[in-house]
Nanobody, 117 residues
Framework: QLQASGGGLVQAGGSLKLSCTASVRTKSLYRMGWLRQAPGRERELVAS????????NYADSMKGRFTISTDKAKSTVYLHMNSLKAEDTALYYC????????????WGQGTLVTVSS
């Protein structure tokens, strides 16, 4: 129901753009998020935004480097990542909440980002 793509291998300081396309009924979507999980670490929220592209929210370590956005016409949410660091290496997931959900209900399959130092 959520299809993530765009991961890959990039050198430190480089950029990547992740995409997540929703095949669910998008009118029911409330908030979209990108989360990541590095080996041996807990999953953490990277950024989130409402489905209309408003009220973006970022984890402190991503502020100024990552940008989340939506394109409702394409049913897609993006994560633009700049100035990548080795510690950004992780499996990145997109997720979605519906109106009334307290937790993310829909999850993508994850796309791997590897940053070489």
């Amino acid at each position: 129901q959520l299809q993530a793509s765009g991961g890959g291998l990039v050198q430190a300081g480089g950029s990547l753009k992740l995409s997540c396309t929703a095949s669910v009924r998008t009118k029911s979507l409330y908030r979209m998020g990108w989360l990541r999980q590095a080996p041996g670490r807990e999953r953490e929220l990277v950024a989130s935004i409402d489905w209309n592209g408003r009220i973006p929210n970022y984890a402190d370590s991503m502020k100024g480097r990552f940008t989340i956005s939506t394109d409702k016409a394409k049913s897609t949410v993006y994560l633009h990542m700049n100035s990548l660091k080795a510690e950004d290496t992780a499996l990145y997931y997109c997720a979605a909440k519906r109106v009334g959900d307290h937790e993310y209900t829909y999850w993508g399959q994850g796309t791997l980002v590897t940053v070489s130092s």
